[in-house]
């Protein structure tokens, strides 16, 4: 278990429920699109156990989704994706902020992004 516990994320019993519901299915319906009990499926929405491989798979597949995606750690996605260490530490202290400060954050950078795509247009 510690294994597979490593290299699964601990955010998959929450996706899974979040999928899940977002399809409006009981447990046991998904259960029953897998190939896979009720019991089972509480248990992996609980992080008590984890699919299989091919279980992981038809999990992919009746969500329309990846299996990298309902294994991999959201967090870590992305912050492996931002290079700049000065950039993540402000984006760390912005998430400290209250909500409405964060949204006056993000109006002006969608701006600048705007303004600094037109200017690329313009110029080629």
């Not at 294994?71 to 700049?84: D, F, G, P, T, Y």
């Amino acid at each position: 278990m510690k294994d597979k516990e490593s290299t699964l994320s601990k955010d998959f019993p929450k996706k899974l429920k979040e999928l899940r519901t977002k399809k409006g299915w009981s447990q046991g319906q998904l259960g029953k699109r897998i190939g896979a009990d009720l019991q089972r499926i509480s248990k992996y929405e609980r992080g008590v156990m984890w699919p299989t491989m091919e279980l992981m798979v038809r999990l992919a597949k009746a969500f329309d989704v990846s299996v990298d995606y309902l294994i991999r750690e959201e967090k870590n996605v992305a912050i492996s994706k931002i290079k700049n260490q000065e950039l993540l530490h402000k984006i760390e202290e912005i998430n400290g902020l209250p909500e409405e400060d964060q949204y006056t954050i993000i109006s002006f950078l969608d701006a600048f992004i705007k303004r600094r795509k037109f200017e690329e247009l313009v110029n080629g």
